[in-house]
């Protein structure tokens, strides 16, 4: 499975920014899509997750601002960031888990900041 993922930013606090994340190779075998981040001297995180038949989930801090979403189509997943914070400020990764493992797209930077 490879991803590629883009949409990363500059924004200022209160703005929007949406990340993609398309995926290839054995797609069929893909059992969850999410998306990480992780800020400077901090551990890597799980943001969201959405499961092969479209169930969500969220951490605490970005539930009812962020949304996870795919496009079964494109073999996409989206990352709708609205309302973003300071402490949004991370590099996002796009995570794929499949055949008991877990394959990674590069990071995109995102930055809220005014």
């Known amino acids: 499975v490879q991803l590629q993922a883009s949409g990363g930013g500059l924004v200022q606090p209160g703005g929007s920014l949406r990340l993609s994340c398309a995926a290839s190779?054995?797609?069929?075998?893909?059992?969850?899509m999410g998306w990480y981040r992780q800020a400077p001297e901090k551990q890597r995180e799980l943001v969201a997750l959405i499961s092969n038949v479209g169930s969500t989930n969220y951490v605490d801090s970005v539930r009812g601002r962020f949304a996870i979403s795919r496009d079964a189509a494109k073999n996409t997943v989206y990352l709708q960031m609205n309302s973003l914070k300071p402490e949004d400020t991370a590099v996002y990764y796009c995570?794929?888990?499949?055949?008991?493992?877990?394959?990674w797209g590069q990071g995109t930077q995102v930055t809220v900041s005014s």
């Open positions: 995570n794929a888990y499949a055949n008991r493992d877990h394959y």
């Open positions: 190779g054995k797609i069929s075998s893909i059992n969850f």
